[in-house]
């Protein structure tokens, strides 16, 4: 299986902050690595598909790149609603393994 | 608008089993490859298993292999999870989650609400 590490585990910035979440698989994924955003008691939302491409309606504030198997999501200034829970997942190969999730904080 | 429903989550007993539905409007499912994603209390998402468009090629977790299947009906517009020998540890909200289409990306574009099946004596 392939393994999705995410760093950090938890990050607590202020509004206006740029930030970034790695994201490193244990082989490389091709363009097969998404990006979710989860709040609590939602359902997670896609942000980013096939490494860098912006879903329809997400903020432009949201950024991703990367290739072979590290990969990176930026805030470029973080707003009140981007406080949650990320998520990378891979869909290069069964099982789509998701990384363990970043939650984001308000320091 | 697109909408993906699930039901069919309960408390069950270890050992017994249990039948997810995930009613799909909004657009053709026959022209998409679905999901089912679990997270349990307070955990992490977990990829469960995937169908392609015709259901001529599935997937499953290893966790779930030999006692979850998935299928469709896409005449019925509705996506399934059959769940048997239910354990503890598959007691999580089960997401119905929207994949490719039969042009490409993207995929994950559209989840359920989720519904929540918990495994206890």
């Known amino acids: ?107 | 608008e697109v909408q993906l429903v699930e039901s069919g989550g309960d408390l069950v007993q270890p050992g017994g089993s249990l039948r997810l539905s995930c009613a799909a409007s909004g657009f053709t499912l026959s022209n998409y490859w679905m999901h089912w994603v679990r997270q349990a209390p307070g955990k992490g998402l977990v990829w469960v298993s995937r169908i392609n468009s015709d259901g001529s090629d599935i997937r499953y977790a290893d966790s779930v292999k030999g006692r979850f299947t998935i299928s469709r009906d896409n005449a019925k517009s509705t996506l399934y999870l059959q769940m048997n020998s239910l354990r503890d540890d598959d007691t999580a909200l089960y997401y119905c989650v929207r994949g490719f289409s039969n042009s490409g990306w993207p995929e994950g574009d559209f989840w359920g609400q989720g519904t929540l099946v918990t495994v206890s004596s």
């Open chain 1, 1 to 107: 299986d392939i393994q999705m590490t995410q760093s950090p585990y938890s990050l607590s910035v202020s509004i206006g902050d740029r930030v970034t979440i790695t994201c490193r698989a244990s082989q490389s994924l091709g363009s097969y690595l998404n990006w979710y955003q989860q709040k609590p008691g939602k359902a997670p939302k896609l942000l980013i598909y096939a490494v860098s491409y912006l879903h329809t309606g997400v903020p432009s504030r949201f950024s991703a790149s990367g290739s072979g198997a590290d990969f990176t999501l930026t805030i470029s200034s973080v707003q009140p609603e981007d406080f949650a829970t990320y998520y990378c997942q891979q869909s290069s190969r069964t099982p789509y393994t998701f990384g363990q999730g970043t939650k984001l904080e308000i320091k």
